[in-house]
């Protein structure tokens, strides 16, 4: 086998011819000189059509390639223009890089591989490029991978949420799809505008065809889904709707703490109460014995803050029945409703208003068993990214990254197989 056999098979590229090979000793780099096979020439570098020859260009280009072993390698090659018919005179297509790019696809494909398992920092400094490069690199890899997919068509179940990326309350709205578990679409900033930002691309048609959302209880969220897709079932998460009891609960222990602290039961009881928050928090089934002896004290000593709890603890049981029997949850809400209308507790009769309120998502949401999780746990995800690279100055740097890593294929290294599930 020649050596430049051996060169070709190293560089991993197709339809490439080596011509030669030499050391650059001022750049420390190795040059192979390269150009397409026949089958590949005078083709338009941004539709890949054939056509005519116009003129030379600037001359030769280099690519940057992998490194190998620790000396940089460029690939190097005449750059002549065509005449497209559509485009107009564009530089010929070459098949070891993308239009405009200054890297060959390996080089891509492996710190597209390396941003989405590690720091840009780490990548940029094994790469041996900049931070920025990078991110172009990404952003680059990103839309070459989804040119042919609209991630947009085929929805039915989607979720939405909203992230806090940086300080100063600097939300991004993010949209899953519930069937696919990927991201299909996420932008800066939250509320209404955002949100009819993706209704606006995703068309009035599209979104006919929805037919749950999941949410959380924010207001903007209904008001634009009322608005934009009335016929899809809004779907409110159960997470959230507990952790509405529990701030009740929590609303609830501060006011009997605070009889407590200005009343006769004197300042020791005072401060087991403020001590119960955590055995009041927690699951039933979890307690220690610690704080079953914790509530057990309560329920002698303050009957309506035990009686505050019987509540939030019933809601929850409420979901959990859910999972089994829909229909005997929904009976169960019904008469939770009724218990907390009730019980007057004022937190708790604020509680069932709010309830009322959302019910017909609530239902949905026992009817039909989704949630938020998948969005939570895409949302865990993002914070990992964000805390991997010590934050980001924007957030299309985020989207980029969580575009990359959340809403399709991910990046394979070059001359590795994708490993399969």
Not at 20 to 41: K, L
Not at 65 to 75: I, S, Y
Not at 289 to 318: C, F, N
Not at 358 to 369: F, K, R, S, V
């Amino acid at each position: 086998m020649s050596v430049f056999s051996i060169w070709k098979r190293t560089l991993t590229v197709e339809n490439t011819v080596v011509e030669g090979v030499r050391f650059d000793e001022n750049e420390q780099c190795v040059i192979v000189s390269v150009r397409s096979d026949a089958r590949r020439r005078q083709r338009c570098g941004r539709c890949r059509r054939p056509a005519p020859w116009y003129d030379a260009g600037r001359g030769r280009r280099r690519w940057r390639d992998l490194d190998h072993g620790a000396v940089r390698v460029f690939l190097e090659a005449d750059a002549p223009r065509v005449e497209c018919r559509i485009h107009g005179p564009a530089v010929v297509a070459v098949p070891w890089a993308r239009h405009c790019a200054g890297h060959t696809l390996a080089f891509d494909a492996q710190t597209a591989w390396m941003a989405a398992e590690c720091s840009k920092s780490a990548t940029a400094t094994l790469m041996r490029t900049s931070w920025r490069t990078v991110g172009c690199i990404v952003e680059r890899f990103v839309a070459d991978r989804d040119r042919a997919v609209d991630r947009l068509n085929g929805l039915c179940r989607i979720g939405i949420d909203e992230i806090s990326h940086r300080k100063g309350q600097k939300y991004m709205t993010v949209v899953v799809d519930h069937d696919t578990a990927k991201v299909v679409w996420m932008a800066d900033g939250h509320g209404k505008d955002i949100l009819h930002r993706f209704f606006d691309v995703l068309g009035a048609q599209r979104a006919a065809h929805l037919t749950h959302i999941s949410a959380d209880g924010a207001g903007w969220i209904a008001d634009v889904l009322a608005l934009r897709a009335p016929s899809a079932a809004r779907v409110m998460d159960p997470f959230h709707v507990v952790a509405w009891a529990t701030g009740a609960l929590d609303a609830e222990r501060r006011a009997s703490w605070n009889r407590a602290r200005h009343g006769h039961e004197g300042r020791e009881t005072a401060r087991a109460l403020k001590d119960s928050r955590f055995a009041l928090w927690k699951n039933e089934a979890d307690l220690t014995d610690r704080q079953m002896a914790k509530l057990a004290w309560i329920q002698a000593t303050d009957p309506r803050l035990h009686r505050a709890w019987r509540l939030k603890e019933a809601l929850r049981m409420v979901f959990t029945l859910a999972r089994a029997r829909p229909t005997a949850a929904l009976r169960a809400l019904n008469r939770w409703i009724g218990w907390a209308r009730r019980c007057r507790i004022p937190a708790f009769v604020d509680l069932q208003r709010k309830v009322v309120r959302h019910y017909d998502a609530i239902w949905a949401a026992l009817n039909t068993g989704m949630s938020n999780g998948l969005i939570e746990s895409t949302n865990t995800k993002t914070r990992l990214i964000i805390r991997r690279g010590f934050g980001f100055h924007t957030a299309d740097a985020i989207i980029a990254l969580v575009m990359l890593t959340l809403a399709g294929d991910k990046p394979t290294l070059p001359g590795r197989q994708p490993t399969t599930e």
